[in-house]
């Protein structure tokens, strides 16, 4: 990954710089990142923060689909609203304490899991994934349970 930033303002002065920059990926994808709105980022764009809860919920439904694809259930969809939460850690420096995910999950076919093979599989993915071993926050897994839909259950991960 390559990080790019140019200064595009007359000054440099810390209410003013432009925080917009571009990151580059190997495959060769590129997006444009900024910082967080609290630090006078563009809120149109993603903020390092934003992106970290994106890869650790990406790194979890990676995991799962690989879990429940090995079980031979039919997963049709995952949807997760995952939440960073910004808080003061114990050095009282502001920072990414804990993520939440929330991952809803649709299967289809005739070997439907059961609420115990779900939860099986959420702590199953958790042992197998990266996110366990590469990630000092807490990161909580959490229900998001509506009609006709199978969430992975509740859990908190340290």
């Not at 997760?80 to 304490?97: P, Q, R, Y």
């Not at 609420?115 to 909580?140: A, F, H, L």
Request: some cysteine.
């Amino acid at each position: 990954m390559i990080l790019t930033w140019r200064r595009a303002t007359p000054d440099f002065e810390y209410k003013t710089y432009n925080r917009d920059h571009k990151w580059s990926f190997d495959g060769g994808h590129e997006m444009e990142a900024t910082a967080a709105p609290v630090y006078l980022g563009n809120p149109k764009l993603v903020d390092p923060e934003e992106a970290f809860v994106a890869s650790l919920s990406a790194c979890h439904m990676l995991t799962f689909l690989a879990v429940a694809c090995k079980k031979k259930f039919i997963l049709d969809e995952y949807v997760d609203s995952a939440v960073g939460h910004m808080e003061k850690n114990a050095e009282g420096k502001l920072a990414i304490t804990r993520v939440e995910l929330h991952p809803k999950l649709k299967f289809s076919g005739d070997n439907q899991p059961t609420e115990k093979d779900i939860e099986e599989m959420g702590y199953e993915n958790y042992e197998e994934s990266e996110e366990r071993t590469s990630i000092t926050q807490m990161i909580g897994l959490h229900n998001n349970q509506s009609e006709n839909e199978v969430v992975s259950p509740m859990a908190t991960f340290e």
